[in-house]
């Protein structure tokens, strides 16, 4: 038991967000491992977003508790945002600024020493694709490179946890396959919440899946679970998304 615990880099509890009388994610729970890439799908309106900018600490629950790495992030918010890189679906990103300039920007941001920045920003550029393309502008750079930058400033501190929110939107199938295979890898040390429409993507990057709809958690399982069940993701997303009324778990 505690060595299940000891592994966990993130758990939410029972988390929930209101919005005068109407619940936009209700009693929501996640554990997250290290070493682990969770998909996160849903339908339009299913809370998904509202769901990570509570787990990266820029929206407050209303109820629920959130944990990075044993720091109870509404305790302790800076501490515990120091385990976290986060892709927002709008990239932030400076398009005047060159791609050195911006992530030695997002390095100090996020605490990095001057001692480590260049050592920080080398190793990020180079995991992200981005090493001859330092002294460019970040605008002149096509999509899905620009979504490489937006991956760099979320991993140059080195965090625990991962998450990126519809990462591989508005990207042709070759910029598509490599933003996966660069998931791929990150997964392999950290642990990466993906919350994407597709299907597909899930599948081929994600040890385990869940399913959002109203607010709620409809499903929660491995890959290999629901393969072992001979269930097909497609369908079993919606079986439980198609119908107004929200199905529980």
């Given at each position: ?31 997250l ?7 996160l ?5 299913a809370g ?6 509570m787990i ?6 209303s109820?629920g508790?959130?944990e ?6 509404l ?38 020493s ?8 080398d190793?990020?550029?180079q ?19 620009q ?11 080195e ?9 591989t ?32 993507e ?14 709620r ?22 079986r439980l ?9």
């Open positions: 038991m505690n060595d299940e615990r000891e592994c966990l880099t993130l758990s939410a509890q029972h988390i929930q967000r209101n919005y005068g009388a109407r619940i936009a994610v209700f009693d929501f729970t996640l554990q491992k290290k070493g682990e890439v969770l998909g799908l849903g339908p339009n309106g998904k977003t509202t769901t990570l900018r990266t600490g820029n929206l407050a629950p109820s508790s959130i990075v790495c044993g720091v109870d992030l305790d302790e918010p800076q501490k515990a945002k120091a385990h976290i890189g986060y892709l927002p679906e709008m990239p932030p990103l400076y398009l005047e600024m060159t791609v050195d300039e911006y992530l030695r920007f997002a390095a100090r941001l996020h605490r990095v001057n001692e480590r920045t260049t050592h920080a920003l190793r990020c550029k995991r992200c694709g981005l090493v001859d393309r330092g002294k460019q502008l970040i605008g002149t750079l096509s999509k899905g490179l979504q490489r930058v937006g991956i760099a400033q979320a991993i140059i501190h965090p625990d946890v991962i998450i990126l929110d519809e990462p939107v508005g990207l042709d199938p070759n910029q598509m396959r490599e933003i996966r295979a660069l998931i791929q890898d990150l997964g392999k040390s950290r642990s990466v919440i993906l919350s994407t429409h597709i299907l597909s899930v599948e081929s990057v994600c040890d385990r899946v869940q399913v959002m709809h109203e607010g958690m409809v499903l929660n399982e491995t890959l290999a679970e629901l393969r072992q069940k001979g269930a097909n993701l497609e369908t079993e997303f919606i998304t198609q119908n107004s009324q929200s199905i529980t778990c």
